[in-house]
């Protein structure tokens, strides 16, 4: 029991360790200080997200401008070689008739 007793003093004594604090006063233009240093912060984090932003848009514009291009040019590519091997079975086809062996 008095191991007990020992422990709510402490707790007493810890608790009583705070009653002649004062709660500290800030300085009057703290609060002001603060508030101007954080509106003039507020345009630079704004352009800097601005410029984020604009060079995201710009790279995802140039990337389609260059994908669109690449499947022009593939599919411009690919129907000429079709075209040619087309005409070139053709030709062969005819070759093959004219001569009577197929």
């Known amino acids: 029991m008095g191991h007990n007793t020992e422990k709510e003093q402490w707790i007493n004594e810890v608790m009583g360790s705070l009653d002649g604090i ?3 006063q800030p300085n009057g233009l703290m609060y002001k200080k603060v508030m101007a240093r954080l ?18 848009a710009a790279a995802a514009v140039l ?11 593939y599919s411009k590519n690919t129907s ?3 075209r040619q091997s087309v005409s070139q079975v053709v030709n062969e086809g005819i070759s093959a008739l004219s001569e009577g062996s197929f």
């Not at 507020?42 to 932003?53: E, F, Y």
């Open 22 to 24: 004062s709660r500290p």
């Open 80 to 82: 000429t070689q079709t």
């Open 39 to 56: 509106q003039q912060e507020q345009p630079q984090v704004n352009r800097t997200i601005r410029l984020k932003i604009a060079s995201l």
């Open 63 to 73: 990337l389609l401008v260059l994908n669109i291009a690449s499947v022009a040019h």
